[in-house]
């Protein structure tokens, strides 16, 4: 790509000497030259020859106006003619021009005519760059004019941007019809678009100080895309880069600390209801095998473990401390952890930046950074690893082991996680607090979880991403092996007022976060409740390998509702049926059932009928993924429907036919015993719902198509 | 309002006996001066004086055309003359068009000059009509432009419409900021705009053969509104309107079903499996009563009620006549039962419309209407109605008494109501199946519920209204005084394709159903979950007499996802808290918690901060509703937080201090118990959710709104 870096870097030292920190529309204009950003030729003529060449050269039609210090107006002048569309009419213009501005005023100086290109129609658009306080450079896409403007209707990727994360932002808008012509009308130059938006993410990602950057319009046609007007700003003092370990530092000491050998508990105690006693039952109750080193200035012994009275007393190696001491006395305790080689702190202590005693949080950054300790927290419950029965936290223990990961920036967020987990029997491999998340972010998590055999899915709640593009980073590539899914706190603007009250944290913009997360294949859960349901149901269903998915149902009214919960989950439905397949199913049910889809096999049908039919679509190669519609009737009970489908699928898995299969159960009381029958044996099934299992084969189907498996 | 009806039907007289459908420009613009609409004045001049009249009295500017036959191209023929300012200027402009085209071609034969009043910019907006099979004449009103066009941003009314609801719609649209003057520009007239509505609307409904008519586009300025283009379509064969007798005899009918003195059972039966077994038991062991005569053919008694061949036979009156026959034999019975003057049929047999059986299903249909006899279905599971301890229907019983009335078109839909019901412990009035709706439909069920003292609110799933305009107008009445809660489904056009399936019925157009509920009062839930957690939580929540929420919580993560819930669903939360009452809350919450709103008492917290804020909050007149986040912890366990709840709500209920409160329990499985014991005291409660809490006040304070009562 066509860069004049040098002549940017001479703008924008000008700038920054000046004083000013917007650029003028001429020093705007040679910027976007300088990166082949394209703008309205213009050229000043001092001649009649000169006209015609700078016309011809920039394209035409141009228009031409007189350049006099002594003529203000100068339509009244004769010194304006528009839509000229030739060279020659060029130089005549020219001429007609300077004779009519003599005739105007006979004695004003002439500087010569300026030549201009004429914008032509074409629809506008807008591109822009922002700097967001967690992602960093952000490139911007939307269409212009006022409606759009009230609209809000603009869309954001990571600068510096590919060309397909271009192409994507012209889809990626409300209006993106617009751009393809309507109303008979041509489809603007997509090309050329992709080529403004991706040489504007490069200007902003190579000169840093560029903070906003707008073209604003932008008109952009069949034949390519010119913008009109540019405006850029600049901040010469940004804030500094989050210190960042190297990836394979992070996983190392993530590893230390998840899977530790030795744990140490700072502040453990006899005494029931104090933390630090809660930490030490939860660690030996849960069934942790490694070495348990209490720390503690008195006591020899806590619970049956040799207790000494400084992590530095310990005679091994210790990998994970857990705090439960005074903030006040963390950060002593904190060095001397440093001083040991410990590498991970688990600091459970309040009172650090969320009771406003930020210079307290930063001089525990500072240690950590000193000694290279990673810390969780402050102000957090812990974490649970299950693979290593590990509780190293003072909540109630949790046990049920499983495939999914889970961290909370909030507390309270991460006792409904156990709760919900314990009450819905959820299988989970870690739970993680991350709070004042002073160091340890989610990214980090990630990374960690990423080469995690135990992990098969990940679940986070936050309000905030102090890295959001480091975030984005690892997302995108451990979302290509593990669904990642994301409950965004904050995101509407009450929201986000609450939470900068909570953390101190800003809340970047929503529409920001929610670009960034889609484009780097996170499933954003759009409430907590679905979080933890997709955290239940994504890990147990098998990746689908083709979009069609068929409705079973004995309810024809579940039906209807199962197909809205399609659309709304961007689920397509196979449609319309092949008729041998119709056919093969009506074979299975009554006359009056209707086929197509969804298949209403009709509410009196004995169980046959459910399995038959479901036996054929997991069979069929045409179909992708299942949806049941259960109907609970005397003739076909619940948990007979239930043990049923499960035999049916296990039957097709031993002939390798697997599929995603959820289900909605319409019934009384005895479908909830069904419905957890079912989950338990890999189909996410819901009682009184036909939307969870809906949006749950939804959610594995948004996972697969950006991970590139669809 | 000005409307010349007999020109208007003299116009549409004469296209009906022309074979057209559709109006010309000229016939459509005629029928617009009849009903007052503006649209562009314009005139044929044969003089300069009539130019110059014609021009002063449709208003300037205006533009000027030569009518020729002779001239085709009338630009090059010095024809036009545009942006006309004063009347001199039309007499001197007719002179200069007549020289330039007599020097054109002396030999033309020129028919005069044009004069049309010249539209100037505005704002484009379209005014259209429709007609909807379920609604009838319907209103719509959207911007103009391809970009509108492409976002569909469009709304309806019920045509004829008010003038309050035609300014509602120029404020329910998407891009409703562009009426009201954006960047410096004028807001448009709204008054003018709200006119033409109404009229178009009153057009439509005084002649009901327009089907169609679209005013597009419409020049919207500060000035006025002018229709530039004018179409109007016929339909001379419209369908027969739905039979519906008087409100005051639906409601007679539907009380003697639903509260019967006496119930044949059509089908009674001893045999165990049998349709007409289970209601029999139903009947009996539901407590009904009422006198039960069972009808079989052969049976000298049955389950200890003495038996009739026919209902004929029964010796005293009958209310309601349960159906457990074939479909075959029941167009036979029904007839009985109409000869015996019975008031309602409850059709449970299946194999009529559902099946195919349309002659079938319209042969009831006409009996039913011969002898005044309401009916329920057919295919249906009966309904249940508490207060009368009835359960006439073949599911199981039902008996948790309460104030929602619920129904549903889909069995199975049916029996996720009652297995929910039974689960959540929700208290019913009544259960109604409504299948085919060959008859009875949700308007006759709004009339009754409206006056039945045993019902508070309605919740009602469908996937079609039969009458959506009658619905529309009871609703509209009735959400008045009682919350009407509506899950439509077929949403979508997968979910309409289904629905059509399934029941035979067109889905209408979502977003006219979305209108039309909205304006009937009508909460529309959006999942069925949903409608059962409305059903559940909305009747037992007190009517706030403010639109001012406050959350108070103990995990600030649960704040942050309160406060995003509160904007999801259209609560304004107190902002800036008052000062005084900011202060009056830090009171109780140490140093670091965060007052505002979210009033975040931190984790920590003892049951009495809990009590002390909420008290606070009940007690202060500035606040209307509260919103509470529990965090489970060993200093506040679930149950004694629940208490302590429900003692201080109690306290001010004393003191006459009444207002809605929900709470989201974040913690582990104890706070299911809490989330019941708080539900079953009037606080709709929910463990490991922060949404659904504030969904259920959210749709309270929608019908508050909507009731007027706010």
Redo the contacts between chains.
Sequence with gaps: MNKDKAKVRQILDALRASGRDSLTAPEGKQVCDAYGITVPGEGLAKSAAEASKLAAGMGLPVVMKIVSPDILHKTEAGGVIVGIKSADEAARAYDTIVANAKRYKADAKLDGVQVQQMIQGGQEVIVGAVTDGSFGKMVAFG?G???????KDITFRLAPATRADALSMLDGI??A??LKG??G?DAVNREALADIIVRVSELVSDFPEIAEMDLNPIFASKSGAVAADVRILCNFNPKPARHRPAEADIVKSMNRIMKPKAVAVIGASDET?KIGNSVMKNLINGGYKGQIYPIHPKSPEIMGHKAYKSVKDVPGEIDTAVFAIPAKLVAGALTECGEKGIAGAVLIP??FA???NHEGQQELVEIGRKYNIRMMGPNIYGFYYTPANLCATF??AYDVKGSTALS??????G??I???S??AKMGVSAIVGLGNKSDIDEDDLLLYFEQDDNTKVIAQ?C?DLKDGRAFAEVAKRVSKKKPVIV?K???????A???S???GALAGNDKIYDDVLRQSGVIRAK???QM?DFARGVPILPTPKGENVV?I????????????????NGLK?L?PMPEDLDAAFRKFIP??G?A?N?V?IT??EPPITYMNTVRLGLEDERIHALIL?Y??T?VTPPMVFARNMVQVIDEMKARGLVKPVVASL????E??EAAQYLYEHGIPAY??????PVEILGAKYQWARAAGLL
């Design positions: 269409l004019g006022v409606l759009v403007e009230v609209l409300q209006a019809e617009m309507v109303r009308g209801g309040s009172g969320e009771t406003g909540c109630t909370s920036q909030s507390g309270g967020i006792m409904a156990i709760g919900f314990r009450s709640h309000e409950l706190a904050g995101r509407t603007s009450a929201g007022a609450a939470a009250s909570h953390t409430s907590l409740r933890l409705i149902t004995g309810a024809g009214g579940s039906g209807v509702l199962l197909s809205d919960a399609c659309v709304d439905l449609k006359p009056f209707a197509g969804p209403d509410g009196g519609g109907w609970h005397i319409a019934g009384d009381v479908v909830e009682a009184y719902s036909t939307e969870i």
